[in-house]
């Protein structure tokens, strides 16, 4: 059983930053594309970014520029480096990966940016 868990979110200030972490267990890590996606109170979930193999990266226009998605395959981990991070970046974070037919997620890790 794939299991993903993400870690890292809690409260900053505008113009801070935080860096979330995804472990992954139970699939093969190195070979798959992985994905942040987030999702604000009263909002449908969106991609915010991804990380392919090899680490071809791609992000949601909104976080182009402050955000960086990496990864460790050693560590079979998923990072995501937010900076100058603004009170609209307030969701609830998720680690997503897809593995034969079924695809998976993270429980989520809150991030509240206050202004």
């Known amino acids: 059983q794939v299991r993903l868990v993400e870690s890292g979110g809690g409260l900053v200030q505008a113009g801070g930053s935080l860096r979330l972490s995804c472990v992954v267990s139970?699939?093969?890590?190195?070979?798959?594309?992985m994905h942040w996606y987030r999702q604000a109170p009263g909002k449908q979930r969106e991609l915010v970014a991804t990380?392919?193999?090899?680490?071809?990266?791609n992000y949601a226009d909104s976080v182009k520029g402050r955000f960086t998605i990496s990864r460790d395959n050693a560590k079979n981990t998923v990072y995501l480096q937010m900076n100058s991070l603004k009170p609209e970046d307030t969701a609830v974070y998720y680690c997503?990966?897809?593995?034969?037919?079924?695809?998976?997620w993270g429980q989520g890790t809150q991030v509240t940016v206050s202004s």
């Open positions: 990380i392919t193999t090899p680490d071809y990266t």
């Open positions: 997503h990966g897809s593995w034969g037919l079924s695809t998976y």
């Open positions: 139970g699939g093969i890590f190195s070979t798959n594309a």
